[in-house]
Each structure stands twice: as structure tokens, then as C-alpha cells.
């Protein structure tokens, strides 16, 4: 998908599901306020027997729990660039970018032979798969 960016205007509202979406808040020059809320069920599906992890690359990003590791590591760079922009230069804000560096390390480790393909994907701009993100868990 496109990358798309929304103007902070008076009277406008995002909603989306953060898990299922990369985002991020560009720096402003601008006083602006935001107002964000968290929505979550006590309600959970019923267990259900765990498939086994899809063989492909492009099927491990139909999983929800191995998507978000997936697309950290595609997109490390702009992650890290959003942890600068949304931070002042600070101790904290250089452990936040340490710790996502590790973490991405990690995560390159893991998915090492499936990676290469993911980022093969995304690079091609490749039409995205025919999945209802916001159904998976």
C-alpha cells in the first residue's frame, strides 16, 4: 500500500487498528493536540488448535504474530527515524533506539530465511495480499 500521510486538521478524526497498521506521528512545527484511546475486549476467542506456521514468506504475513516482527525488521530504518523525530535528544531516546536495533538484530536472526523474501516483496511494490487485516489476531 501506498504511504500516505494525513494533515493534522481541526475536526479530524484517524481511527485504525495500530497492531495492523505501520504509523507513525511526524514532527510538527505547530502547537497540536491528540487525543488517542486505547480500545480492547475482555472477550477472546475460544482456543482453537495452532496451525503450523505457513511454508512461505508471504503466508508468515497473513499471522499477525509474526507479521509485526516481519515489518519491524523491513522497516527498521523508518522506525528508528520515527523514535529520533518523536524524541527529544536524550539518554532515553538513545536506550530507545539501542533496544530497537537489538530487537531488530533478533528479529533477522529468526526469520532469516523467509526475510530475504518479504523485503524482495515490499521492494517490487508488489499489489499487497488479499487479506483482511483487521480480522486476523
Not at 499471522?63 to 519491524?72: G, I, N, Q
Not at 530497537?100 to 523467509?114: A, C, E, G, L, T
Request: aromatic share 8%; net charge negative; glycine share 2%.
Amino acid at each position: 500500500d501506498p504511504v500516505v500521510d494525513i494533515d493534522p486538521l481541526f475536526d479530524r478524526m484517524v481511527i485504525f487498528s495500530s497492531p495492523n497498521m505501520l504509523h507513525r506521528v511526524l514532527p510538527s512545527s505547530a502547537s497540536r493536540l491528540c487525543f488517542t484511546i486505547w480500545m480492547s475486549s475482555p472477550h477472546t476467542a475460544p482456543p482453537t488448535a495452532s496451525p503450523s506456521p505457513p511454508s512461505t514468506a508471504l503466508g508468515m504475513l497473513t499471522v499477525h504474530k509474526y507479521r509485526k516482527f516481519l515489518a519491524r525488521a523491513v522497516y527498521a530504518e523508518e522506525w528508528a527515524a520515527s523514535i529520533e523525530d518523536s524524541h527529544a535528544p536524550s539518554d532515553e531516546r538513545d536506550h530507545l533506539i539501542n533496544a530497537h536495533w537489538k530487537d531488530v538484530s533478533i528479529i533477522r536472526k529468526v526469520f532469516r530465511n523467509i526475510l530475504p523474501q518479504v523485503v524482495e516483496h515490499q521492494r517490487q511494490g508488489l499489489p499487497p495480499l488479499d487479506i483482511d487485516w483487521l480480522a486476523q489476531h
